[in-house]
């Protein structure tokens, strides 16, 4: 869905991004108050969850986001999956993620589109992604993330949009970015309705022993929100699992 096909079909774009109305707003901040994550069921109206999972099933260029260790990541655009030399230097970067993960380090792998990068550059000028990060930034969004958080700083958010088939991962990590004003990271997921835990891709938290204290499993039009730095990672989506984890992810931030 290029940004002439969304500005001549699209519903209104308000429909994009509409919180659901009938949230329990404290009892959200309730929870995130003593555990520094939540899980935001139905977040958005009916509507908006169908129009932006429109949007990421038929409308984005997956290209690869890659990381191992302390090296900066790659990301791939699509055209550069699809490109022989580019796939070279694609397999490579796999390779290095799983070694690193098999050791025990950081390694990470999936699918995504970086919206941020995208819109900065002038990808698709008008497109849903750019109208999806207006509506992140807008104050609909932004009061309400500084509700449930309880931080009143957080005024921006950048984005992007993933896709975790088999065999992607995200490994262990505790996003501690903290220098560069993040805050709080946010996962808009737009799973497969049936999402079995047997496909994976959890949102798993960990405490200082490696034991998993909570997981979030992939749900349809649920938001999960977790304050940053502390141990997660997404576990590996197995061969048989189908397509289907999609998410828009990010950080909320306060610089």
Same mark, same amino acid.
């Given at each position: 869905?290029?940004?002439?096909?969304?500005?001549?079909?699209?519903?209104?774009?308000? $429909?994009?991004?509409?919180?659901?109305?009938?949230?329990?707003?404290?009892?959200?901040?309730?929870?995130?108050?003593?555990?520094?994550?939540?899980?935001?069921?139905?977040?958005?109206?009916?509507?908006?969850?169908?129009?932006?999972?429109?949007?990421?099933?038929?409308?984005? *260029?997956?290209?690869? *986001?890659?990381?191992?260790?302390?090296?900066?990541?790659?990301?791939?655009?699509?055209?550069?999956?699809?490109?022989? #030399?580019? #796939? #070279?230097?694609?397999?490579? *970067?796999?390779?290095?993620?799983?070694?690193?993960?098999?050791?025990?380090?950081?390694?990470?792998?999936?699918?995504?589109?970086?919206?941020? $990068?995208?819109?900065?550059?002038?990808?698709?000028?008008?497109?849903?992604?750019?109208?999806?990060?207006?509506?992140?930034?807008?104050?609909?969004?932004?009061?309400? *993330?500084?509700?449930?958080?309880?931080?009143?700083?957080?005024?921006?958010?950048?984005?992007?949009?993933?896709?975790?088939?088999?065999?992607?991962?995200?490994?262990?990590?505790?996003?501690?970015?903290?220098?560069?004003?993040?805050?709080?990271?946010?996962?808009?997921?737009?799973?497969?309705?049936?999402?079995?835990?047997?496909?994976?891709?959890?949102?798993?938290?960990?405490?200082?022993?490696?034991?998993?204290?909570?997981?979030?499993?992939?749900?349809?039009?649920?938001?999960?929100?977790?304050?940053?730095? #502390?141990?997660?990672?997404?576990?590996?989506?197995?061969?048989?699992?189908?397509?289907?984890?999609?998410?828009?992810?990010?950080?909320?931030?306060?610089?």
């Amino acid at each position: 869905m290029h940004a002439a096909q969304w500005q001549q079909s699209a519903v209104p774009m308000r $429909t994009l991004f509409e919180l659901n109305p009938a949230l329990d707003r404290a009892g959200l901040a309730a929870r995130f108050a003593a555990t520094g994550r939540v899980q935001v069921r139905d977040v958005l109206t009916p509507q908006s969850a169908r129009e932006l999972l429109m949007v990421l099933a038929k409308g984005t *260029a997956w290209g690869m *986001a890659v990381g191992a260790g302390d090296a900066p990541p790659r990301s791939f655009r699509a055209a550069e999956t699809r490109d022989p #030399q580019a #796939q #070279q230097a694609l397999q490579q *970067a796999a390779r290095n993620a799983e070694e690193h993960s098999a050791r025990g380090e950081y390694g990470f792998r999936f699918a995504h589109y970086p919206i941020l $990068t995208a819109v900065q550059e002038g990808w698709d000028p008008g497109g849903p992604h750019e109208v999806l990060l207006e509506h992140l930034n807008a104050p609909d969004f932004m009061n309400f *993330a500084r509700e449930v958080t309880g931080l009143p700083g957080l005024h921006k958010a950048d984005g992007q949009s993933t896709l975790y088939a088999p065999g992607h991962y995200l490994g262990r990590h505790i996003d501690s970015h903290v220098a560069e004003g993040w805050e709080v990271a946010y996962v808009l997921n737009l799973a497969r309705e049936d999402w079995h835990p047997d496909w994976g891709g959890y949102l798993l938290f960990l405490d200082d022993d490696g034991d998993v204290v909570e997981g979030f499993r992939p749900r349809f039009n649920a938001l999960n929100l977790f304050r940053v730095p #502390q141990p997660h990672l997404v576990s590996y989506v197995p061969p048989f699992a189908p397509l289907g984890r999609m998410a828009v992810t990010g950080w909320l931030r306060s610089g």
